[in-house]
């Protein structure tokens, strides 16, 4: 019977996992970029979350599975709603709510991930657009590529099988200054970290 419950549970974690092996691509930032209103005003109210951390020395191992359990339990935690219609507000990014939008849960997601040992400079907040609209997922720098966890599927994906068009994304070592994505490569040795 446990035998049986370990693979049913198995099964069902495979396909958020399976797609992330083949990864192996990574973006490429350039010069700074604006910084969105919302995390301006996030980082007012959240000193520590916001600015130098020294930033990182290499890349993240790639815990897969770690990813997808964060994601998926994120993506189950908070209800999809506008700001407006959750605060009152018309954009307020918060890290622990019920009810929010995209940003809510990059920043619940980032969060989580600290909290289980990975390094604020692996976890950037990047902006662009997907399906039309403008959105913010969560993008993980790791050895096999950079992942995306994304609000608008439980699939952890690597950046070249998402539907984003990045535009920005928080910098490697400053966590309150926003650089523009450039495009993306396979090759580890073009990474740069800032």
Request: aromatic content about 6%; glycine content about 8%; charged content about 25%.
């Amino acid at each position: 019977m446990l035998i049986k419950a370990g693979l049913s549970i198995a099964l069902f974690l495979s396909p958020l996992i399976a797609s992330t092996a083949l990864a192996s691509s990574w973006l490429t930032t350039g010069r700074s970029a604006s910084i969105p209103f919302g995390h301006m005003e996030y980082c007012k109210r959240n000193r520590n979350d916001c600015g130098r951390h020294g930033g990182v020395s290499g890349l993240a191992d790639a815990r897969l599975s770690t990813l997808s359990q964060v994601n998926l339990a994120v993506n189950r935690s908070i209800e999809p709603m506008s700001d407006q219609k959750a605060h009152g507000i018309r954009e307020i990014w918060l890290a622990s709510t019920r009810a929010g939008d995209c940003e809510d849960y990059v920043l619940a997601k980032r969060n989580q991930l600290l909290r289980r040992g990975f390094k604020p400079g692996h976890l950037r907040i990047a902006v662009g657009r997907s399906r039309g609209e403008v959105h913010a997922v969560l993008v993980v720098r790791t050895t096999q590529g950079d992942f995306v966890l994304d609000n608008n599927t439980d699939e952890v994906l690597p950046v070249n099988r998402s539907r984003m068009r990045f535009a920005k994304l928080q910098s490697a070592t400053d966590a309150s200054q926003w650089v523009r994505v450039t495009g993306r490569t396979g090759d580890p040795a073009r990474v740069t970290l800032r």
